[in-house]
């Protein structure tokens, strides 16, 4: 007889100024897909729930305390003091009646027409909710169900490439001629909102440091949750973070450049642990413990055999081996003098204890792993930027750091700069893309790296492997489904993909962009080359090269979906195809805005629903949508059709057959 519902669900609107009515505006409609969702917030003209917080700096609106490294005491008092009666979350109950409604709650009696819903906080421990109406009393056990979810992974995980505050274009101004890129590097002129830069005063992301966004899968994955239960409250707790990789980011804190020398303060892992400890203090009052890895959670897998690659947790003279022991570990050593100015609390090698014991177990944990790993931003590097002259400032700035195995790379006939720059590398890190992915004589591959992260996550969290979810990395580079099942590598067939035109420069290539990761001199300077203008150069991806990518990056694929499957892993296959049709060369605007067809930038929405559309952001809409000093970041990762198609899939496949 007594219907109730949670008004705000989504535990990262808490903080908001109203989040029962953002949650009502954000929430998606009872079996309402993604992609209405998302046509339904494009037609109303809504940016993300964040924004408006991040463009007025109220930092302290925000769920994750940017400053303090951390979610804010009232976001963490749902996980950290769940029994309590104090933690409370509000909720509706309703009668149909037309009468006068009698409610009782712990002592509270209201009286009020029953037309009118009667609004209540009520403990996630639950209570009992009674209503007397035309001589008749009814009682109903008001019981939320607490699910909390979190998120860890790479910058698929995190959302690069969505900044929550885009980057907001001044209106009305004239743009250079054809192919002129500077106004890209020098735009602070050209823009209503600051830049994103290190510590900037207004900050365009749930986390600027990791480029965490509401748009990232994860996040939508948890709102829809919370959207499909009304009786229940979804506590979503986000560490993700662009860059991160198993030995750099998600086991030991992360190095972030930001040309300063800046580190995470604790590994993904690290801050779920400190963050789900059930302690009964505030956060942070007792300092952090740390322990070494243990041989339950090693097991057979010699940590110190993985090839590393990534920040000082990888590099020799510092790589960690999770032990909290400068003289045993590089890592813990080479942060000493960093540590010393934290109190002695972090970045460190290890992993962290909970004094009690008491970890609140997560229901689910979103994980995406392996990209950075293997070097995927690297290979697509390789591929796209041009390198048929001996140019070694430029070539330093935009050669990838990895090469892919030899047997994907472009014939060394045609490109003779690149063949001798990748076997120049190869012998200095004694590894390629393939050697990472599946090891070699004396090194590991994924298969051992994801072995070691499945027994840390079950062992530290209390995890049962399907309480883990991973979704198969999509390929944006396919234009048709696939004839092998999606747990199976792809077909041969599979690999003829659409491409660029080869040795042509395109004015309206969707790649041009990048371009922009030089610096307005060198742009300046390398466009009086003759013959070698940069603004001129082809950055392309051509339908070859693009193959041999794809090739490369289902080898990853075809170890992960073998690995996490075998382990009873929650793992959604299916996402594999998700972008196919969805190719980076469909939409609108795909050129940069001085280049004909012109548009104005201004009226650049990155958020906009299109039914014929890309599911990532090219080169070209990286630097529009964030400009400052990370805006080629974005390129290659998914926008937000592309989270809404993985979230949909990851819904689908894991709770929409229970």
């Known amino acids: 007889m007594i219907e109730w519902e949670v008004v705000n669900r989504f535990g990262p609107f808490a903080t908001q100024q109203d989040p029962a009515d953002l949650f009502d505006r954000y929430k998606l409609a009872a079996g309402e897909s993604f992609e209405d969702w998302h046509k339904r917030l494009s037609a109303e003209g809504l940016p993300s729930p964040y924004h408006a917080a991040l ?21 963490l008092s749902y996980v950290r003091n769940e029994s309590d009666a104090s933690t409370t979350v509000t909720a509706v109950a309703r009668v149909a009646s037309q009468s006068q409604c009698t409610w009782s709650l712990q002592g509270q009696v209201v009286t009020q027409p029953c037309a009118i819903d009667f609004v209540f906080q009520v403990p996630l421990a639950g209570t009992k909710v009674q209503v007397t109406f035309d001589g ?19 910058s698929y995980a995190s959302g690069e490439g969505n900044p929550d505050y885009p980057g907001d274009w001044k209106p009305a101004q004239t743009l250079p001629g054809n192919n002129e890129l500077e106004w890209l590097v020098d735009y602070k002129n050209r823009l209503n909102s600051p830049a994103e830069a290190p510590d900037a005063e207004v900050n365009h992301w749930v986390d600027d440091t990791c480029h965490r966004s509401f748009y990232s899968h994860q996040s939508l994955t948890a709102l829809k949750l919370a959207s499909e239960n009304p009786h229940a409250y979804v506590s979503f707790l986000h560490y993700a973070c662009t860059g991160a990789e198993a030995f750099d980011g998600l086991l ?44 339950e959670e090693t097991g057979d897998i010699n940590i110190h055999a993985f090839h590393r690659r990534g920040g000082p947790g990888n590099r020799p003279r510092s790589h960690s081996n999770l032990i909290p022991n400068p003289k045993l570990d590089n890592f813990s050593r080479y942060t000493q003098s960093i540590r010393e100015e934290n109190d002695g609390h972090f970045p460190q090698s290890g992993l962290l204890t909970c004094e009690t014991g008491k970890i609140r177990t997560p229901d689910y944990v979103l994980l995406n792993e392996g990209g950075n790993s293997m070097g995927f931003a690297d290979i697509v590097q390789y591929f796209v930027v041009p390198t048929q002259w001996k140019l070694n400032t430029v070539g330093n700035l935009l050669f990838p750091e990895v090469c892919p195995s030899p047997a994907y790379r472009v014939a060394s006939k045609d490109n003779r700069q690149l063949a001798r720059y990748c076997r120049k590398l190869d012998r200095k890190n004694n590894y390629h893309s393939g050697d990472l992915t599946n090891g070699q004589t004396g090194s590991l591959g994924m298969k051992e790296r994801y072995t070691l992260l499945f027994n840390i996550l079950e062992h530290r969290l209390g995890l049962e492997p399907k309480q883990i979810v991973m979704a198969q990395y999509p390929d944006p580079l396919r234009d048709t489904a696939s004839p092998n099942p999606a747990c199976e590598p792809l077909a ?9 035109p080869a040795k042509v420069f395109n004015p309206q290539g969707a790649w041009n962009g990048l371009k922009t990761a030089t610096s307005r001199g060198l742009i300046r300077s390398m466009s009086d080359f003759p013959g070698r203008n940069l603004r001129r150069w082809q950055f392309n991806l051509t339908a070859s090269e693009a193959g041999l990518a794809l090739k490369q990056f289902d080898e990853l694929r075809e170890v992960l979906s073998s690995t996490a499957r075998a382990r009873g892993i929650s793992f959604v296959c299916e996402t594999r195809d998700a972008f196919v049709g969805y190719g980076w060369w469909k939409g609108t605007r795909g ?26 952001r090219t080169g070209n809409d990286t630097v529009i949508t964030q400009p400052g000093d990370k805006r080629i970041t974005g390129a290659v990762h998914p926008n937000l059709t592309g989270h809404r198609l993985i979230a949909q899939l990851v819904y689908d496949q894991i709770w929409g057959r229970q």
């Open 492 to 500: 041969a067939t599979d690999f003829r993909v659409p491409g660029d």
């Open 252 to 295: 030991v804190p992360q190095y972030q450049a930001w040309g300063k020398g800046v580190y995470v303060p604790y590994s993904q892992v690290n801050f779920a642990i400190r963050e789900l400890c059930q302690d009964g203090k505030p956060l942070g009052e007792a300092p952090p413990a740390y322990e070494a890895v243990s041989k």
């Open 55 to 75: 463009k007025a700096g109220q930092h302290e609106n925000m769920h994750w305390d940017q400053r303090a490294k951390q979610h804010r005491d009232k976001i």
């Open 591 to 616: 050129n940069l805005p001085n280049t004909k067809p012109y548009w104005a930038v201004w009226d650049w929405n990155p958020y906009a629903y299109e039914s014929e559309t890309r599911a990532i």
């Open 136 to 154: 008749k009393e009814f009682e109903e056990l008001v019981n939320p169900e607490h699910i909390v979810v979190v998120g860890l992974g790479d």
